[in-house]
């Protein structure tokens, strides 16, 4: 029993330490600029993110007046691996003038109910967070119980309090994760891999109208790693100022926040000719391999990849399902060399 519980507990490590990606700032502000009248009067919950590591912490307390926030809550998962490397939110840990100290062995809970220009430059930053936290003014800052684990009591008791979960979820745990955002009826932007589409739940919320694709979907997204992070390619690996960066190719912004592009009818040039759009074998389906190239007066079944979520706009586009491209978690309307989502056109034009 107890080299199981060895092997369990390593496992877990194991793949805790492969989802600490740290998103970078501009990522974040190349999406987040989108929403800004949605967080108006909204409380903000970063429920896996430690306030000191955390650039969506950042984020939102650089910009708590800007977007007229009511409050922000973020936590973290037990002690980060990238502690005190990040943020510095205090600049020199020293002005923190506290008996506890920066708490490093564990997980940590900020709620920020105000920002005031504590040092007088004018601007509302995170030293301005750094004096409130020292003078104790309707902010809160504590170590909490537990790990910090989203699915515990404390998280979701925080979880309740809030209007909007953003963050960058553990990709490992990504089903249970939106499973637990729906469940309790919360507005979220959450970055995730392209391929969660793909995974049953997530293509029956995007079916059912729940979940869609956010802004900044395309190019390589690069995220802080531990140091010890490592991958056979070393072309995805690089380092800048002696921290470690990992790059992913196929990461993408989910929410049930309204977009624009999502109200975006898809701009169709091409005819159906039976040449150039061949029927799979005993299926009334044809196939798409470029989302541009969808004909406009075709009203029957389409194959095309799964990049086209991030142009769906469901008044134009029904779902019909996925045809499996080898994985076991598709929804399966058949068999297919490539993963593919079926849609019809539900504005043929003749």
Not at 65 to 75: E, W
Not at 209 to 217: E, P, R, T
Not at 252 to 273: G, M
Request: charged share 30%.
């Amino acid at each position: 029993m107890e080299k199981k519980s060895l092997n369990n507990n390593l496992h877990k490590a194991n793949v805790a330490k492969k989802d600490e990606f740290y998103t970078q700032l501009v990522d974040i502000e190349k999406e987040l600029k989108h929403y800004k009248e949605q967080f108006r009067g909204k409380v903000v919950y970063c429920n896996c993110d430690d306030p000191f590591e955390s650039n969506f912490f950042k984020y939102f307390a650089s910009k708590f007046n800007a977007l007229g926030l009511k409050k922000l809550i973020a936590t973290s998962y037990k002690p980060s691996p990238i502690a005190n490397t990040q943020l510095g939110l205090f600049g020199d840990d020293k002005v923190l003038d506290t008996p506890k100290g920066r708490p490093k062995v564990t997980a940590n809970k900020f709620i920020v109910s105000e920002v005031d220009d504590m040092d007088g430059d004018g601007a509302f930053d995170l030293r301005d967070i750094a004096e409130q936290l020292k003078a104790n003014k309707n902010n809160e800052w504590t170590p909490l119980e537990g790990e910090g684990d989203f699915r515990s009591k404390e998280s979701i008791e925080l979880l309740k309090q809030a209007d909007i979960v953003v963050t960058n979820p553990p990709f490992s745990l990504f089903r249970e994760y939106v499973a637990q955002l729906v469940e309790y009826d919360k507005k979220f932007l959450i970055l995730g891999s392209q391929n969660a589409i793909t995974y049953k739940e997530t293509f029956k919320l995007i079916q059912e109208n729940k979940l869609w694709l956010g802004y900044d979907n395309g190019g390589t997204k690069w995220f802080q790693v531990p140091d010890d992070y490592d991958i056979e390619t070393e072309s995805r690996i690089k380092i800048e100022k002696g921290t470690k960066f990992f790059s992913m190719g196929s990461i993408v912004w989910f929410t049930n926040l309204d977009t624009s592009k999502r109200h975006e009818k898809l701009i169709l040039y091409k005819k159906y000719t039976t040449k150039e759009y061949p029927k799979y074998d005993y299926q009334d389906i044809i196939e798409v391999s470029k989302v541009a190239e969808i004909p406009l007066d075709y009203d029957g079944a389409i194959a095309v990849p799964k990049t086209f979520i991030d142009k769906y706009n469901p008044e134009q586009f029904k779902l019909l399902g996925f045809l499996n491209g080898g994985g076991k978690d598709e929804t399966v309307l058949g068999k297919h060399p490539f993963a593919r989502i079926l849609i019809r056109n539900k504005k043929v034009k003749k």
